[in-house]
């Protein structure tokens, strides 16, 4: 029996053997560059810029094996033998060198000699060709099949829905033919075929022909098919696939893979797999599921609401609910993700490597989930016995959004769950998630320090003016600016954007030479001038456009004007770009340090280095306390004091990677890579390509400015450095001043004097209380006791509880005093008087700003003492009719409140 290990080097080395360059998988998270998928979702995606002749390929025949992620099936995952989330896909690939002969004749040898089936066993689907396309039936491929002596009978006309491929309305497409395996007609029917809905024929391989450029159609008309330059080959053959047929299983998940992953769910709740349905599905989603997550998170995604992260963290929380479902003990997620690290991490090191992020991040979803999970079960059992009561088929959508809002329930996990009832959504869920988005904005505006720019739309077009601009230049700029920031030139291309959305006097400018640091990797464009050498002419440089290898400035002439040919001398602004060098060189030394000090889950999760500040995006599940930021300013600090030397070493990827230098998830590098190196590299290696300072000494003071939440699980440091730094504790120095001349004191006895006053006015609030001050009330609640009751959660403080007091307005008064008290809160106070319960919740705006909002968190509470309310995101009220289940809405609102935090 051939292992899938065994599979996978097989099919590698024998196209190895056959002048192919073997490269390593891709990341599941495409390159930055690539925007049209969150996951990667074909073996060939990665190498699209070769495909499109965008970039050059670094061999023209590869071979890889890639980690592909579908989320197209996912509801299918567990029903089917065959269905996965997270496969692996082996290819051949050939740019403009062989094509349909060889690629039919590879994959006819490897399928016989390496593989080991029979002639007679092999069937083949061709292109039968399309009149709408103008095209007719793919002889070639026909002609070849038949020469390497398949016979008429075993190849399979079919239509263009099944063997043309295209990647969307235009671009690169071809005809493809795929090759079965048939299983005998005890799987099927006699006169069962390729390509229909059956089970005897098994598809394994696809070898996508590339050989036409789709035009769009207009007017209705057909699209218009010219034939490429070069004729390129993309093929895929499932892994996992492959592993079933080749082992003899029925399903996938019986394959050495996945069968130890079955086993493991056996074991943990003592089930037998194949003892009913829904235990096997049960079984098959943890295994998929398990595998998927794993994989994602070594890959540097991260759970939350948003793109990839609302991928994963769909994932894991059906894989959760299912969990549940076997009553599995808790704990379960990072058992599974253990068994993939044994069963994969020889082929995928970064399993291994980044063992720490994968336990930490599942674990975390594990728990935050399964404390809302129950709840939310309920609840949803609830909906589903009213509709059932009430002869209803749905349920509707604004119940649902409340699930996902309150509880974390995936639309799509409520959806399946209702599916399974008979049930299904009334309603326009997306609308009311556009509407709670819409106010996530305006919060995130009001509490907005930057800049917003009403031009975004002029400058996406004059960014895609650049790219056509460089491409009909016919040369390539070649950048200088590691090695100077004066560069004597000569102007290479111009074209004039005034009339494009730019200013008076704007152009597109090229450089033969260019010192000018293009924007990318989070560091900012330079900016600077040009210059003619016999003063004629100067420009001012505004912006630097990146266009793969290329690049074009956006420039606004100041006098004169700039030809093609013209001899100019190009000065980068110095100032500015040292300043920005400084915030670069602190941003690597900020990530060494919180990999250092927090953990090393830690990784980048976006950034902004300019010469005004530096922003740091990293993944994270929770706020940094005080201590912790003071220790990572203490160690970024103490390494600049070094002068360590900042090295930048052209190296290869491989002994980049040897030495631990870290990488950016997403970003695609080539076999040749640029690595800076600080110090003797124990402490930061990373592969960057911006520009750096020579020595550490030279950033001056770092200092962070702030450490908040950028997004669920990802928080963001701002810090300043040198000049900037120095400025900002002149400021905090002139500020103490200031206080310290109020307070009528030396500037270090300030603090003191501070604390004095505090405890002055605690004595004065307890003789008021103590004088019988009540407001009209016959009690009053313990406002210290409750405030020390308080708990942090994910990052902040949280406070739950029923109290004693007379009505609402005491009750509001309560929470008024605790937000004194508590900071960056959210606050859940109910008590019960006269037959009724009264609610009252309060949230900090930097917490409604991470989804936490008053309004839910009250209405979660109401729902269960049989009442409603409403009111703000920061304040909300509510009453109710139930005062026996106060205690059960105090824990609906806890449940709301951690759900939103961990999202």
Known sequence: MMSSDEIRERYLSFFEERGHRRIPSASLVPSAHDPSALLTVAGMHPLKPYFLGQEKPPALRLTSCQKVFRTVDIDNVGNTARHLTFFEMLGNFSFGDYFKHEAIALAWELSREVFGFSDEDIWVTVFEGDQGLGLGPDEEAIARWRELGVAPERIVRCPRSENFWQAGPSGPCGPCSELYIDRGVEHGAPEDLPGGENERFLEYWNLVFMQYDQQPASNGASPVLKPLPENNIDTGLGLNRMAAILQGKESVFETDQFQPLIDLGEELSGRRYREDFATDRAMRILADHSRAMTFLVADGVVPSNEDRGYVLRRVMRRAIQQGRALELEPGFLNRYAERVGELMGGAYPELIENGEAIEMWLAAEEEGFGRTLAQGMATLATHIDQARSSDSETIPADEVFRLHDTYGFPYEMTSELLAEQGLSIEGDFESLMEQQRARGRAGARVGSSGNTSGNSTEAAQERALAGSFAGESGFTSTFTGYETEEQQTTVGAVQSVSANGGGEGRYLVKLAESPFYAAGGGQVADAGTIECEDGDCRARVEDVFRLGDDQALAVVVEQGTLA???????????????????????????????????????????????????????????????????????????????????????????????????????????????????????????????????????????????????????????????????????????????????LRTRPEDAPGAVQRLSEERKQLEKKIKEGGVRDGSAGQADVEGLAARAEEIDGAQVLTAAVEVPDAKALLDVVDRLKGRLEDAAILLGTAADGRVHLVASVAPALVERGVRAGAVVKAAAQVVGGGGGGRDTMAQAGGRDPEKLAEAIDAARAAIESALAG
């Open 564 to 742: 093609p040919g013209e001899a100019v001398v190009a000065r980068v602004d110095r100032v500015a770009r040292h300043a920005t060098e400084c915030s670069h060189t602190a941003t690597h030394l900020l990530q060494a340090a919180l990999r250092e000090v927090v953990g090393s889950h830690v990784r980048q999760a976006g950034s902004y280095v300019g010469p005004d500040k530096l922003r740091f995006d990293f993944s994270h599940g929770q706020g940094l306390s005080a201590q912790e930021l003071r220790v990572v300013e203490d160690r970024v600090n103490g390494w600049i004091s070094l002068n360590d030397p900042v090295r930048a070493i052209t190296t290869t990827l491989d002994e980049a990677r040897s030495l631990g230098a870290m990488a950016l998830f997403g970003e695609k590098y080539g076999d040749v890579v640029r690595m800076v190196q600080i110090g003797d590299g124990h402490y930061s290696r990373e592969l960057c390509g911006g520009t750096h300072v020579r020595s550490t000494a030279e950033i001056g003071p770092f200092r962070i400015l702030s450490e908040t939440s950028s997004s669920a699980n990802v928080r963001r440091i701002e810090a300043v450095t040198g000049p900037a730094a120095v400025e900002l504790l002149r400021e905090h120095d002139r500020l103490l001043g200031e206080i310290a001349a109020q």
